[in-house]
């Protein structure tokens, strides 16, 4: 015979073709399904969850997870959110991370933040993107505010287009340019600049 072991608090909510309907989900270790939404919730949260951030059609999994977007999930980790904005993304494992964006993905880490659309942050800390289309891998403290950039490293700044920073304290304002190594400024278009981190700072600029 089938049957169904439920310890805890258990949702489950609305009819397959229902419209959306309002409720509470309780605190505490939650297993929750609603049809009407297609999402799925299993977990542990800190507080009531409102129905109206349950994105339609998402899954999440972990400790105090938010999933207000369509067709986005979180499986695993700690204090994540993703964002009404963040359609169609993606949180795998970490803690205290932020999409706000479209089609973003964060694997692991610790606190980092999407602002743009179709980034991806794998692992590292305190990593801030805001600019579309960017790649961090690793390291901790880079922030990306142009599009189409690759970062490895750590306290790096992207302020330009198509670029890429690999190494450390890199501020990169141009566009089409390679910075590696230590402490370079970037401001020059088609550069590729290379420091051993011996002196305070490299810089190429007109």
Do not use: C
């Amino acid at each position: 015979n089938a049957r169904i072991h439920v310890k805890g608090n258990t949702v489950f909510q609305g009819g397959e073709n229902a419209d959306f309907e309002g409720y509470l989900v309780p605190s505490g270790s939650i297993l929750m399904w609603d049809p009407s939404r297609g999402a799925f919730r299993s977990g542990q949260f800190e507080g009531p969850v409102n129905s109206s951030d349950i994105g339609a059609y998402s899954i999440g999994f972990g400790d105090d997870v938010v999933i207000k977007s369509m067709y986005s999930s979180i499986l695993g980790g700690d204090n994540l959110v993703i964002e009404r904005t963040g359609l169609s993304s993606v949180i795998l494992g970490g803690q205290t991370h932020s999409i706000l964006d479209n089609y973003s993905v964060v694997v692991g880490g610790y606190k980092n933040l999407i602002g743009g659309e179709w980034s991806v942050v794998f692992g590292g800390r305190e990593h801030n993107v805001y600019g579309d289309y960017n790649v961090v891998l690793g390291g901790d403290l880079n922030e990306v505010r142009g599009g189409l950039n690759t970062v490895i490293g750590r306290n790096n700044v992207m302020m330009g287009d198509f670029s890429i920073a690999v190494g450390s304290n890199h501020y990169v304002s141009s566009n089409l340019s390679v910075a590696l190594g230590k402490n370079t400024q970037s401001n020059d278009y088609y550069s590729i600049i290379y420091s051993d981190g011996m002196n305070e700072s490299a810089t190429r600029k007109p």
